[in-house]
């Protein structure tokens, strides 16, 4: 969670859509949704898209599906959850055909937790109505993700990864493998979850594991290597600089707490 602030530009040239998707290598592209600055991603296979994170509520969820639809022409046929806090999950029952994926452990802490997500999307500012239709159509993952899994839409590969507890209990990345031809195109692309922010300091709630949270980040690094692009969960793209020096200065921070 953060507030919205103006993208400051990133290591890479990226076309941006007059709605706000940006390409950010062939087939891979993401928005930061309006109100909590969620990011959202999506990964062009053969007959269908992977989502990463769903949008804050089901008529948020439902126009991230519909852009979608419209820019691609595909249907999204898996959305996978970066962590369980409302402003990544709650629209994810606008897809309803889709095969949902989450860190072990989510479809637990999620099954239950309908009356809580409603509390805290209201909390941050959601009308009443709106949290509690996205909380009663909550969508729970159905495919658990232990250690790594690696899925290959339209021949790329993309490996989810169950980073355990850092910023929230079930944090997850996912890394799209660049074609290893160089330059832009061959980049590989790690969607971070809210274990990296741009737009303000890392967010550490009452959930969060900050004595996990600097070696999450060092695997993060060791998985999308020193030329990938960073996609926060909030905020502007950024390189592996920025997320080690956010890597440091979580360990100071929770050092002298
Ligand atoms: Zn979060």
Not at 109 to 115: D, S, T
Not at 209 to 217: G, K, T, Y
């Amino acid at each position: 969670m953060a507030a919205e602030r103006e993208d400051a530009g990133g290591p890479a040239a990226r076309e941006r859509s007059a709605s706000g998707w940006e390409e950010l290598a062939p087939g891979v592209v993401r928005r930061r949704l309006p109100r909590w600055d969620a990011t959202v991603g999506a990964v062009r296979g053969t007959s269908g898209l992977l989502l990463v994170d769903a949008g804050a509520s089901v008529e948020e969820g439902a126009r991230v599906r519909d852009e979608l639809l419209g820019m691609f022409g595909l249907p999204v046929t898996r959305v996978v959850l970066t962590h369980p806090h409302f402003d990544h999950v709650l629209g994810a029952a606008s897809f309803t055909a889709a095969r949902v994926y989450a860190a072990a452990g989510m479809d637990v802490r999620l099954a239950g937790a309908g009356e809580e997500l409603r509390r805290d999307a209201e909390h941050h500012g959601m009308p009443g109505d709106e949290a509690a239709a996205s909380a009663e159509s909550l969508a729970v993952p159905g495919h658990a993700v232990r250690g790594e899994l690696t899925l290959s839409p339209g021949g790329r590969e993309v490996v989810l990864v169950d980073l355990g507890a850092a910023h929230s209990p079930h944090d997850l990345a996912v890394v799209v493998r660049g074609t290893g031809e160089g330059g832009a195109d061959g980049r590989t692309v790690v969607f971070c979850g809210d274990l990296v922010e741009e737009s303000g300091e890392p967010q550490a709630g009452p959930d969060a594991s900050p004595a996990l949270w600097p070696a999450a980040l060092d695997r993060l690094l060791s998985l999308g290597g020193q030329d990938a692009l960073y996609v926060p969960g909030h905020g502007a793209v950024v390189d592996a600089a920025f997320v080690r020096a956010q890597r440091d200065g979580l360990a100071r921070r929770f050092a002298q707490s």
